[in-house]
């Protein structure tokens, strides 16, 4: 167990889907894990360096390190001690709410995931050419192990590939499922060739709104690489600050994060920015990973009709396609994504529960809330904005990620 600091940059990529740069672009071989920038060394050692990640803000490092005899890295598990639940997206607050009441005490528990981050990657962590069902097992076994260890009340693995449940599931841990909202691209040449699959009256609103975004003489540019200047970060960061104060109280990462990412992984950072005369107003910020856009963060400084809905999804939308990505995962919740293309996805997460109670009312809970999660995405898919012939095949039956 130990933080990202003492884990060489070079030995942690050797864990397959770690590697910046691994897989962008091109296929994969059978077993391989496309790159998934939220468990690279660079994004979890900025959260930790920065500060935004640390004992004082509720997530101290607790990584599971598996060696083998010759003590080369046979496989990890990103794991931090929480004293809180924010920061998750997947929400426990209720079973903490219940167990307290109850006289039991639910923190700290461990939480095996990537901090303010809902989305669906790696979690158990093997390097290419060991089988990974076995070590993902003794990697989920020894999260249990650490929960029992150590008096903590529970280990929580959230937005985990559905080809991981298995492993966790053999180690004890319970299943749980909700959505997000996922553009899924077959292929298209242009955002045009997208919109041709739609309803005509949903063509007809996507371009109207489109256009009204645009509108007040709002540029919109793409800024990646060397173009991701200390400035811009500046800019971002402000934007940042003024939508985590509303939205959550209290902004999860500070300026040196973003600082620490664009010296890093600039290459794997899209910022989407709106500029009007002359000045930056608004922004989203997107990660690339081998075969996916994920969007993350978005604020402004002024307001204007359309301009979130054009920087988080419709730009998102434009720069998979253009660079040939199979998906865009646009964040948590939304219903809202859905008249914009984006199709209900099954997500993951699996939990362990110390306390036999505990355990078992929160397993009855879970078997319930997962027959709900299937039966709304069946109703939400069926109100897509396609056109029947052409709504993505299989669009919501699991996590592309997965595959």
């Given at each position: 167990?130990?933080?990202?600091?003492?884990?060489p940059?070079?030995?942690?990529?050797?864990?397959?889907?770690?590697?910046?740069?691994?897989?962008?672009?091109?296929?994969?071989?059978?077993?391989?894990?496309?790159?998934?920038?939220?468990?690279?060394?660079?994004?979890?050692?900025?959260?930790?360096?920065?500060?935004?990640?640390?004992?004082?803000?509720?997530?101290?490092?607790?990584h599971l390190?598996?060696?083998d005899?010759?003590?080369?890295?046979a496989?990890?598990?990103?794991?931090?001690?929480?004293?809180?639940?924010?920061?998750?997206?997947?929400?426990?607050?209720?079973?903490?709410?219940?167990?307290?009441?109850?006289?039991?005490?639910?923190?700290?528990?461990?939480?095996?995931?990537?901090?303010?981050?809902?989305?669906?990657?790696?979690?158990l962590?093997?390097?290419?050419?060991?089988?990974?069902?076995?070590?993902?097992?003794?990697?989920?076994?020894?999260?249990?192990?650490?929960?029992?260890?150590?008096?903590?009340?529970?280990?929580?693995a959230?937005?985990?590939?559905?080809?991981?449940?298995?492993?966790?599931?053999?180690?004890?841990?319970?299943?749980?499922?909700?959505?997000q909202?996922?553009?899924?691209?077959?292929?298209?040449?242009g955002?045009?060739?997208?919109?041709?699959?739609?309803?005509?009256?949903?063509?007809?609103?996507?371009?109207?709104?489109?256009?009204?975004?645009?509108?007040?003489?709002?540029?919109?540019?793409?800024?990646?690489?060397?173009?991701?200047?200390?400035?811009?970060?500046?800019?971002?960061?402000?934007?940042?600050?003024?939508?985590?104060?509303?939205?959550?109280?209290?902004?999860?990462?500070?300026?040196?994060?973003?600082?620490?990412?664009?010296?890093?992984?600039?290459?794997?950072?899209l910022?989407?920015?709106?500029?009007?005369?002359?000045r930056?107003i608004?922004?989203?910020?997107?990660?690339?990973?081998?075969?996916?856009?994920?969007?993350?963060?978005?604020?402004?400084?002024?307001?204007?009709?359309?301009?979130?809905?054009?920087?988080?999804?419709?730009?998102?939308?434009?720069?998979?396609?253009?660079?040939?990505?199979?998906?865009?995962?646009?964040?948590?919740?939304?219903q809202?994504?859905?008249?914009?293309g984006?199709?209900?996805?099954?997500?993951?997460?699996?939990?362990?529960?110390?306390?036999?109670?505990?355990?078992q009312?929160?397993?009855?809970y879970?078997?319930?809330?997962?027959?709900?999660?299937?039966?709304?995405?069946?109703?939400?898919?069926?109100?897509?904005?396609?056109?029947?012939?052409?709504?993505?095949?299989?669009?919501?039956?699991?996590?592309?990620?997965?595959?």
């Open positions: 167990m130990s933080e990202l600091a003492t884990i940059a070079e030995e942690w990529a050797t864990l397959a889907g770690t590697a910046i740069g691994s897989s962008a672009g091109g296929a994969r071989g059978a077993g391989d894990v496309a790159f998934n920038p939220f468990v690279s060394h660079a994004f979890l050692s900025a959260l930790e360096e920065s500060g935004s990640v640390a004992a004082k803000t509720g997530w101290l490092p607790q390190i598996l060696r005899g010759a003590g080369k890295l496989g990890a598990l990103p794991a931090y001690i929480k004293s809180h639940s924010m920061g998750e997206y997947v929400f426990d607050h209720a079973w903490a709410d219940a167990f307290e009441r109850a006289g039991g005490r639910y923190y700290p528990k461990l939480q095996c995931s990537v901090p303010f981050t809902p989305a669906t990657g790696p979690r962590l093997v390097p290419a050419g060991r089988d990974r069902a076995v070590t993902g097992e003794a990697l989920a076994a020894g999260a249990r192990t650490l929960v029992d260890q150590h008096g903590l009340s529970s280990a929580h959230t937005f985990v590939p559905e080809s991981e449940v298995a492993a966790f599931a053999s180690a004890g841990y319970l299943h749980r499922t909700d959505q909202f996922h553009f899924l691209n077959p292929g298209y040449g955002y045009e060739d997208f919109l041709e699959t739609l309803a005509s009256r949903k063509r007809k609103n996507l371009r109207k709104e489109r256009q009204a975004a645009r509108d007040n003489d709002i540029e919109i540019v793409w800024l990646t690489g060397a173009a991701l200047t200390e400035a811009a970060w500046d800019a971002f960061h402000a934007f940042y600050l003024d939508t985590g104060s509303r939205k959550w109280g209290r902004p999860y990462l500070n300026r040196r994060f973003f600082s620490l990412i664009g010296e890093r992984m600039a290459d794997q950072v910022l989407v920015m709106a500029r009007r005369q002359g930056f608004a922004g989203a910020l997107n990660f690339i990973g081998g075969d996916c856009l994920y969007g993350r963060h978005w604020g402004c400084v002024e307001d204007h009709p359309f301009l979130h809905f054009e920087l988080c999804y419709h730009q998102a939308i434009d720069f998979a396609i253009a660079h040939k990505l199979a998906r865009v995962e646009a964040g948590a919740q939304g809202h994504k859905l008249a914009r984006y199709l209900p996805v099954t997500t993951h997460s699996c939990h362990y529960i110390a306390h036999p109670g505990l355990r009312a929160v397993a009855d879970l078997e319930h809330e997962r027959a709900d999660v299937a039966e709304m995405g069946d109703v939400l898919a069926a109100h897509g904005p396609f056109r029947k012939s052409d709504a993505p095949a299989q669009a919501r039956k699991d996590d592309p990620a997965a595959q």
